[in-house]
């Protein structure tokens, strides 16, 4: 069947598009702040591994990006808050020049934190008054704000997945914060409903991005794709579901795995989802919040796409393709936790199945892999110049993720929105949903 | 314009249909041994990288995969030749049990090629018994062995490819067989004819595998995609054309790189295809037939996805997906050089180009390079069991390539046929094609 | 000739000796914390590379040395401040239990310089009232005080060796101090006195150490060694002789170097000391001052082993023995910069050379390479337990420096003192001086 | 005590100095072909790893050796065989020019092993030429044609190791060589000989090479140690004493250990000397005989000095120096198996202890390692020219070994011999004896 009822209909990005984009920066700036207020200096300086990067440098560079495609190029007579910083914060843009190595970032104990916070503050001022100037933005100006928001909003996420990973490698595991917010250890001993199938006809579908609101390149243009008829789990797996996996030898039988996935499972001595560690009969599982007994009926998170494809190889089923996954996603779907509301974990969904077709968990919670390769939609263009390099470069041996997670802002996901990971990464706040094709 | 004109039809696989089972053995099977011929024993002894292996490996595997999935399963009373060797030989079948480590095929200087020669006539002894008895073969069987047949093919391509590399490595850079056949340096000093643009309007499409000819099960079911209107160039992109690339920079502008094949320039310092080699003010080009001056009109060989897709960026085109080849393949589709006429390298093409809209060299000459991730099509299923492991377990981080090599037997590829290496592979005969969105 | 007067005799370590053991712990106390003053949180908790350990790590493993072989097995009812720190900042003590891994120091943002630094309060509090106790402490106890105290001051000079390092990786360069103390920038523009040679007869020597005062195990027993005739040179080698050495293609001709030298210069394409850059026409030096011109007069520093070798052997000499070091600095030994004086750079030795057989810089401003591996000392016995792992188990593939240098305290080091590197080495403060067999 | 008697002594070099040079060069030229003799074409090409190279490789480096340092300065008109291969067969002799790199021994298909014989027969046809001419050869020229020849005769050892290590990789251990010779399975069930210490005096000593027969450089020159009293074990440790080293916990125990041992055991899972297979209860060895049962009696084949110095920690003894095994090689020392008597294995020294203070096994049976890292003696000078580099740039990071092995020709070590590995080198036949301080 395929609902066309929508109980809790996404909210349109457009809905925040009233708000001014003077507004919109200072909100999303105060965001990343409050983000890193928990931590002390040490905790922002320290690079844990290449892909991660030090919470100082989340901080600087969100301000580089709006000081280099904004600032320097726009507003007459802007000075550079420091010279050296177009290299040293330059993440990976070749046109505008040296960029300081990555691996090298938590080499950096200057600039200070009170420093990159001096920075940052330079900037807003210098962003606050272009944006407040009588006359409007040039569109090309304007969106380029917007894209410099949208940016500082995926480090936001980073800031957590990387504070998460640096914290883990430290035997006294410490907590980034600890509070009895929502989703606080459930003391709902109910098991995750019972996963339901929501089926979809075959068809011509269109998929991509199509309004005037904001969305990345890489969610354009809109087009067609043709869909066998397919179905889609109800909610995303749940750690039961995983641990009965495990239990089956889920990670000791070659023939559930990819090969470059066997390889991966063999040479690391991969037996369970990241950040889970036994103890004692059970599990505990180290999240933002510290060490906390495993909760059952939340989705498995810290999966690499190796995972959710063996689990699925194992369940007689298999990944969505971001097609059938966007074209799911217009049904009625349920959100989970998000940045906003900062739980800091998913949330648990206890107690029995609805039976109206809805996708629970479809936004926010987990990140859900696709079975889809990251690669350009037909028609596909990259912008001109530096900001060319967002998005595309990076369509090589990377797996498409939907939906969003806890740790992304409500207002940063849509429908079309495609992030994007090599197979074997684990530290995002990333599970899966099951699909499969029609009967 | 989409021509229905076919000038040079592709032969349809089932015109060797009707072959007996047991020539296509035998015919298989001594062309392995010919390709092997000009070889001394040390020649097959060595491998050269991880991903080559040793020819005499290879004429022992080919042989193993009779034994093990035909043989062993099928003939009562079956003897394998040396238990030792269902370990030794086994490729990546886990469902069979224990590999012999890839890496370290090439320490295997016992069995002896003498040796391995007897176990090819063991296997073939058996095999012809079991092809030439009175009952006809079951169905499943008869499959097998056909699948066989089909394996050891792509075994054939492999002992050149692994060869040249292997060669390669020798500062004396000896050829694997001189001979003054065609494919001798070009007398025809005349450029390829100008490059022209086949169109073809959008619609709905089918692609895969239908006919009751054989095919590997990647190939297959046959589905629809949607494609937008494109283009596809008239042959593929030649040396002349690739030295204008390297002129004007091309391997060292960022902008037209995927990231991950810049690094992979910069780590690897690569600045030409593999094995071209400068000589004075010019460019030679090792062969299978030793050192040669690059042939301008011929199709550039030994390119990785990324000087592919770079060289796609810099020319303002791009690589067809495989949907696109695919459906272009089925239009006036002219052949190169293919294994069987053993010219060992690509045919080159001179001289003003043709105006019927042909696709020129589209089978044999070099593998095209696609933008499309190795992925399944929908409804793909894999076999049951070990031979499941053919194919399925590879569809991660590997784009496919179309359309067969001069090393490729003519009866194998077909316009359906995918094979698929990782981005940076180069050792393979590989080429490509431009394609571009319609106007 | 061999000298026996004394101008400038090395103070006994005896010298020392009345000094109250609580003062001396006191002293040393303060003094690491002095060196860690002109640095921020972020500066104390970076780790540069595996063999670096961030300032953090080293303030908190000298109070663990004092803490589990003083305190916690002395001292009835002791209260460990963490106990995990016992696993946490245990550097490489089997037999004290688990170990935090070395290259993993740097992820430990917790716990923070302040609970550090109140680790440092509670051992300081438990270690004054054993020191002050009214009854003498057994010999055993005040031994590993006096041990405790000795490396303290090893670590001491690797704060500053470990820092440099550190922020020779920020592109900024900034300084870990400026100052206009001594060892500022030479206005005295005369070059280094000419290199005389003091030369010592063919005899029975004896080395080692001996009298009551303390020593590392490693300098004992105090034994017997023949030694042929020989000479050292008067001072150091300066930078202006090394840069004569590199115009005269000292990196680039192999019969020069030891074959792994050779290797590591090519691998590594070294070119020059280690912190030196090429400024124009001229050489900067990046110095624990800041980047400043490289003074030709000073010892050349940051050199590997494998460099003094060269060096060497292109000088038509050869390094000393440590038999020879030591016999040639019961000589006229001249003193140049320790940690005491702040000045943070070696001392520059300009004008006419002295004509009275004094061997300058003998101590402190470098250490010397010797030629001699580091090896036992015949009848060498290694303490019973834990503290027995101080020195035996590294007398393997490192080779033997000697005299201390700018970071060395003075009261630190003496004759006999074995300080011990791997032949690659050049982060630390390491120099040479030539010696020859007698004509 | 310190005998003087001497029941077998040793042969002085000098005895085979009255053999005509070209009867010498002869001899060992055989030699090496009758090594190579059981082995395929494909056994000789292969390598098994960077540090061993292909038995072929040795037969052409040893031919190239006679050919660039001897035939091309000193014969006019001698022209190379194939110029190619003077880099090709280049070892490490940077004054030579170019050298083919060494892990890529293994991937020179061509020359091939017949090829390899010719190169070898036309060196000999000008060999024997020039060793047959009227005129006394110069002594600069007869010095080096000896220095070939005991060049080679290093080589012949190494084609032995190589060629084992190659064997040990192919899981159906193929035997290089099987015969009853001597050294078969020891029918001789008797344990060995209880151990016994010899005495050593101390004082000054004089060890090296003085007479005029050859010997190499690093041998010289003669020079005075001062040794204090030691004693050396009467027959090296053998296999059963080190089974209970190994049930001891040996390999699991730090406090044994080398800091960089114990770094090595660990990550690479060592808990047995190299070519050790447990089978069932007990333990097999693999050798150039094939796969035998682990003689118990015999020494102890195939460790590091990592497990030498471990296990001498374990027993409450030490390792020689090299001045002890030389000073105490003086003495009545007994022979094991060399090369010339074909057996392939150390020889099986059972039955009840001599009490005539003898050392046995003092020659031949296993190299030693001693605790003397390899360093130049006082006074030591390199020849000039590429010649020089034969022994000297060796001298960082590596131990010396004496005495000789099994497969060292009988006529090529002496006292005086030196050999050299790197601490973690087990693919010699390195075994050890026992030394300890003088009560």
Chains 1, 2, 3, 4 share one sequence.
């Not at 809790?8 to 708000?19: E, G, L, M, N």
């Not at 991966?264 to 004692?280: H, L, S, T």
């Not at 987990?366 to 390769?373: D, M």
């Not at 028609?379 to 969003?404: I, S």
Request: hydrophobic share 40%; net charge negative.
């Amino acid at each position: 069947m395929t609902s066309t009822r929508h109980l809790h209909r996404v909210p349109s990005p457009a809905q925040t598009r009233d708000t001014p984009l003077v507004d919109r920066y200072d909100q999303v700036r105060a965001a990343s702040l409050a983000l890193a207020a928990p931590l002390s200096d040490e905790d922002c300086a320290i690079q844990s591994m290449p892909d991660a990067s030090p919470v100082k440098w989340h901080l600087a560079h969100t301000s580089w990006f709006f000081e280099t495609f904004v600032l320097a190029p726009n507003v007459a007579g802007y000075r550079a808050f420091d010279p050296a910083y177009r290299m040293l914060f330059n993440s990976y843009y070749n046109a505008v020049g040296e960029k300081h190595p990555r691996p090298q970032r938590g080499l950096l104990s200057r600039p200070s934190r009170a420093e990159v916070a001096a920075y940052r503050g330079h900037v807003d001022a210098a962003m606050r008054s272009l944006l407040q100037q009588r006359e409007p933005l040039s569109p090309d100006v304007a969106s380029l704000v917007v894209l410099g928001i949208n940016h500082e909003q995926q480090h936001q996420e980073l800031i957590l997945t990387d504070v998460l990973h640096m914290l883990s490698h430290n035997p006294m595991l410490p907590a980034y914060c600890t509070h009895d917010g929502p989703g606080g250890a459930s003391d709902d001993a109910r098991p995750a409903p019972a996963l339901a199938w929501i089926g979809f006809d075959p068809g011509l579908r269109e998929i991509g991005h199509a309004s005037e609101a904001f969305a990345f390149d890489n969610e354009m243009p809109r087009h067609r794709v043709y869909l066998e008829g397919f179905a889609v789990a109800s909610r995303p797996v749940c750690n039961a579901e995983f641990l009965a996996f495990i239990a089956d030898g889920g990670y000791r039988r070659p023939e559930l795995w990819l090969s470059e996935g066997w390889d991966w499972v063999n040479v690391r001595g991969v037996d369970a989802p990241m950040y889970w560690q036994r103890d004692g009969g059970g599990w505990g599982q180290f999240t933002l919040r510290g060490m906390r007994m495993l909760d059952l009926a939340a989705p498995v998170c810290h999966v690499s796409l190796f995972e959710a494809d063996a689990y699925a190889r194992w369940a007689g089923a298999r990944l969505p393709s971001e097609a059938e996954w966007e074209t799911a996603a217009a049904d009625i779907a349920i959100e989970g936790h998000f940045q906003e509301g900062g739980a800091l974990v998913p949330r648990t969904v206890a107690g029995p199945a609805r039976n109206d077709g809805a996708l629970a968990q479809m936004y926010g919670d987990v990140w859900q892999w696709t079975q889809s390769p990251y690669s350009p939609y037909p028609g596909y263009r990259t912008a001109p110049g530096a900001v060319g390099e967002y998005n595309g470069k990076f369509m090589c041996n990377q797996f498409v993720l939907r939906g969003g997670s806890f740790a992304t802002p409500r207002s940063h996901v849509r429908a079309s929105y495609r992030n994007f990971f090599p197979a074997p990464a684990r530290w995002q706040f990333s599970g899966f949903r099951l699909a499969r094709d029609a009967a």
